[in-house]
């Protein structure tokens, strides 16, 4: 009974993630990436703390993509210089947390869950009022 309380569960939570991705504008379409991201850093520093290196791998590979999608998604028509250091950026970010799953570096996770935090910060600093602007997730 309780496993099949915990599917249903698992199930509610995608549905409503899929309906907040669903209605997102763009702007918070990158928020919503930005905190995926950092809860998979998260996630994969508690599994090298408990030595599950297959999961811990597992994570960083999703927070990987993710960023990736970040990088994707920046507009390098509406200002070249800003998305060339994001990109710059989110290249960086990727290969240090490939190194990290290599060396199994919890310090390297906290390094790019510090410079993520960062981002997202700057990123919510925007505001509302851009929120709504098409050129916004051409910034992320």
Request: charged share 25%; no cysteine.
């Amino acid at each position: 009974m309780q496993n099949s309380g915990m599917t249903a569960m698992r199930e509610y939570r995608q549905v409503g993630t899929r309906q907040a991705v669903e209605s997102a504008s763009p702007y918070r379409l990158v928020q919503l990436m930005m905190e995926r991201a950092l809860a998979k850093i998260a996630i994969a520093r508690g599994h090298l703390e408990r030595n599950a290196i297959s999961e811990k791998g597992r994570h960083i590979g999703d927070a990987i993509g993710i960023i990736s999608g970040l990088q994707a998604s920046l507009n390098h028509k509406v200002d070249s210089d800003l998305s060339g250091n994001f990109d710059a950026l989110y290249d960086y970010m990727s290969r240090r947390l490939l190194e990290a799953n290599l060396k199994n570096d919890d310090q390297i996770l906290q390094e790019v869950a510090g410079l993520m935090r960062q981002v997202k910060e700057a990123w919510d600093a925007i505001g509302d009022e851009i929120a709504e602007q098409p050129v916004a997730a051409g910034l992320a």
